[in-house]
């Protein structure tokens, strides 16, 4: 009998203590997934927030004309006139090496899985202290377009730590701006599918 009031008492000290965990543990979850409820919203409004603040600048940026001594340097290391290796519209990647590496390659995986289904004509425009670097990430993802080192542009939109596409003419004027969000790639999927449709229709404005 000694042995079961014991253990009856020892129940009933220790179910308040259990009732007590329960009830702080699921203050805590429920806490804690307030919490991270809230910074979803503030990451997502953070994201929705920034793209509408560079839209701004793909609309300022859109009819922008580069000079017409404007120079490249080719993989082969030779500076040629943009304008004697543009000779139809054709759709600029633009990154730089001050980018992040995820946000600048979230693109090149894009190049190498959706083959099909983007331009083919595709020209990548990079900004580094050697074009040997943009050369390797164009081998990590077995991309094969062509591929230009630049110097500073003056397109309002390349003040921005964002990788960018347009649509650039034989006149070298700019079009079709758009701003290549890594957390948002179905947007940049959902681009490069129009901008497909409109070089194949020749309707590039």
Not at 12 to 36: V, W
Not at 62 to 69: I, R, S
Request: hydrophobic share 40%.
């Amino acid at each position: 009998m000694k042995t079961e009031k014991y253990i009856l008492y020892g129940l009933y000290t220790a179910l308040p203590c259990c009732l007590i965990a329960i009830i702080t543990m699921s203050m805590t979850i429920r806490q804690y997934t307030r919490e991270l409820h809230s910074d979803k919203v503030f990451f997502y409004k953070e994201i929705i927030e920034n793209i509408s603040y560079l839209q701004s600048y793909e609309i300022i940026s859109n009819g922008y004309q580069l000079p017409a001594d404007f120079m490249v340097t080719t993989e082969e290391g030779q500076q040629v006139f943009l304008k004697d290796v543009i000779d139809a519209p054709v759709l600029v990647y633009r990154f730089t090496e001050e980018q992040c590496i995820d946000c600048v390659e979230q693109q090149f995986k894009i190049f190498s899985s959706e083959q099909q289904n983007i331009p083919q004509n595709i020209i990548l425009w990079g900004s580094y202290s050697n074009i040997r670097k943009i050369k390797v990430i164009k081998n990590t993802f077995g991309v094969d377009f062509r591929s230009y080192n630049v110097g500073k542009i003056d397109i309002p939109l390349d003040k921005f730590l964002n990788p960018f596409f347009f649509v650039i003419t034989p006149d070298l004027t700019c079009y079709s701006f758009f701003t290549a969000i890594k957390e948002n790639p179905a947007m940049t999927m959902l681009y490069l599918t129009t901008i497909k449709t409109k070089l194949e229709d020749k309707n590039i404005n």
